[in-house]
């Protein structure tokens, strides 16, 4: 028997699991465009890129994802409902691939927090979840959505163990993405902003000196704010 090694065990248990989310979502490709789906496409999708981006009065309008949407659909020359009624999958399948890469990010942010055991109990959890499987696929901001906010933990996580300016560039960019996308993550934001003033505080307490990594992620998560709101 040949033994594995607790990379490739862990590696091996990955695949499953994304193999394992891949079977039960697939048929969703197919599923029929409901209200929610059809209203964003026809008000926010198929129309002119400018209403995309200036058009507020619903909050159906997830701007980030429906500019991708706009861009993805002229890309294959699709212009019309018709289209999309009869061929869902076309809207789907880039929402079950951005699902299979979140649930990756997943893995690589608990392996970074707690090591392999964590990362596969943290993507094993967020694969069952319901939620997750659910809103994952719809043709909205969600699964852009929660890609962001655990892309940006990911790379703040990396930042705060290894301060690079491309991971400060990155948690700046990911702000910006994620509230573009669905404001309410702001609340995601603050949450991560007040862990930094925490972290910071509490080594300025117990070392006497001003770590200033924590000021440069809360800079740069300040500045994507400014320029979004």
Partial sequence: MIAL???????????????????????????NLWNDEIYTLKKFTLGHVKTTLTDYHSTN???????????????????DLKTLFEHP???????????????????????????????LITVLLLATTIPF?????????????IFLDLAL????LNYLFTPKPK???????????????????????????VFLCAE??????STGKTDVKY??????MAAAMAVVL
């Avoid at 065990?9 to 599923?31: A, E, R, T």
């Avoid at 649930?103 to 990362?119: D, M, W």
């Avoid at 000021?215 to 740069?220: E, G, I, M, S, T």
């Fill in 5 to 31: 090694s607790k990379r490739n065990f862990s590696i091996l248990i990955l695949v499953f699991v994304l193999g394992y989310f891949l079977c039960i979502n697939f048929h969703m490709l197919q599923n």
């Fill in 200 to 205: 910071g505080l509490w080594t300025k307490v």
């Fill in 167 to 193: 991971y400060l560039f990155l948690i700046g960019l990911l702000s910006f993405l994620a509230v573009y996308t669905i404001p309410l993550n702001l609340y995601c934001i603050v949450a991560i902003g």
């Fill in 215 to 220: 000021v440069y992620a809360l800079a740069a």
């Fill in 89 to 119: 999958w076309i809207l789907r399948l880039p929402l079950l691939l951005l699902a299979l890469l979140t649930l990756i990010y997943a893995y690589r942010l608990g392996k970074l927090a707690g090591g392999r055991t964590t990362g």
């Fill in 133 to 145: 499987q659910n809103f994952s696929m719809q043709v909205r901001g969600y699964a852009f959505s």
């Fill in 61 to 79: 309008n997830h701007i980030f994802y429906n500019v991708f949407n706009h861009f993805y659909l002229k890309v294959l020359g699709i212009n």
């Fill in 153 to 156: 933990a990911f790379y703040l």
